[in-house]
């Protein structure tokens, strides 16, 4: 059974930056394309970015593009997902997800972690 827990989230002015990092035991990550979304309060969770399971491929969430970067380290089992730029509309519970990219780009994730907070201030 594999685990998968976040970490790196936190209350940051806006403008300001942090690297989320999602940690797998369990099982290899590299077995599976990654990804990550987050969920504000009163809203639907939505995609923000994923990383195939080379790490050769990425995709981002409009609303994040050229401000976010999905990374993974296969050795480390460890995703990573730095975010610059941050806005007060990033506030959310990031979670990481395991899961398969299909021919069209579309992620699906198959399991989750528990999430970790980010909340920026404007």
């Known amino acids: 059974q594999v685990q998968l827990v976040e970490s790196g989230g936190g209350l940051v002015q806006a403008g300001g930056s942090l690297r989320l990092s999602c940690a797998a035991s369990?099982?290899?990550?590299?077995?599976?394309?990654m990804g990550w979304f987050r969920q504000a309060p009163g809203k639907e969770r939505e995609f923000v970015a994923a990383i195939s399971n080379s790490g050769v491929i990425t995709y981002y969430a409009d609303s994040v593009k050229g401000r976010f970067t999905i990374s993974r380290d296969n050795a480390k089992n460890t995703v990573y997902l730095q975010m610059n730029s941050l806005k007060p509309e990033d506030t959310a519970v990031y979670y990481c997800?395991?899961?398969?990219?299909?021919?069209?780009?579309?992620?699906?994730?198959?399991?989750w972690g528990q999430g970790t907070q980010v909340t920026v201030s404007s």
């Open positions: 369990g099982r290899t990550v590299s077995e599976s394309d």
């Open positions: 997800a395991g899961g398969t990219i299909d021919t069209r780009g579309t992620y699906a994730p198959k399991y």
